[in-house]
């Protein structure tokens, strides 16, 4: 049986008012795996990683962290 994921991104859209920055981002994240986020700049590599950082909140969808669900931190 798969080790449990220890960052998981559950359909997570992330907008601003004349922006989509990330639409419907699902991923696991196991304990051991080599992962590279790479893309273009403006693709939205930067605000992933603060919605993860709880810097900011997705529009639609969940992040959770060893299965803790992620919360903006203001």
């Known amino acids: 049986m798969a080790d449990k994921p220890i960052v998981r991104f559950s359909h997570v859209t992330v907008r601003f008012p004349n922006a989509l920055a990330n639409d419907d981002v699902s991923l696991d994240i196991r304990r051991g795996e080599a992962f590279a986020l790479v893309g273009e ?34």
Do not use: C, Q, R, S
Not at 53 to 70: A, H, R, S
């Open 41 to 74: 700049n403006g693709a939205g590599k930067t605000t992933l990683m603060n919605a993860l950082y709880g810097l900011l909140k997705p529009t639609l969808g969940e992040i959770f962290v060893k299965d803790k669900k992620i919360t903006p931190h203001h």
